[in-house]
């Protein structure tokens, strides 16, 4: 079992810049992970994703250049900076753990979620 517990969000102007952190328990981190958002009355959709070793990575064409997912192992910790956001980035932002090795993008393949932290972007 892991728990997963994301932090970091908050509400900031156009332009700005976030990062979201996802601290996950257990004893060891053997997970690929990814971030994933929900917008109000919208389905939740992929936004990033890291392999297990952090060799690879993977973004959505909408985040692409802007946002960057990386992870410390030693801290069990995975990251998403946010940088020049934009009020369509709006949404809550989930972390999720992947039993896997390599980057996945679909939801049914992540294990385990954390609750939510959400981003707010002001225009």
């Known amino acids: 079992q892991v728990q997963l517990v994301e932090s970091g969000g908050g509400l900031v102007q156009a332009g700005g810049s976030l990062r979201l952190s996802c601290a996950a328990s257990g004893r060891t981190f053997n997970y690929a992970m990814g971030w994933f958002r929900q917008a109000p009355g919208k389905e939740r959709e992929f936004v990033a994703g890291i392999s297990r070793g952090g060799g690879s990575t993977y973004y959505a064409d909408s985040v692409k250049g802007r946002f960057t997912i990386s992870r410390d192992n030693a801290k069990n910790t995975v990251y998403l900076q946010m940088n020049s956001l934009k009020p369509e980035d709006t949404a809550v932002y989930y972390c999720?753990?992947?039993?896997?090795?390599?980057?996945?993008?679909?939801?049914?393949?992540?294990?385990?979620w954390g609750q939510g932290t959400q981003v707010t972007v002001s225009s």
């Open positions: 999720a753990a992947s039993s896997g090795v390599v980057v996945v993008k679909v939801e049914y393949q992540y294990d385990y």
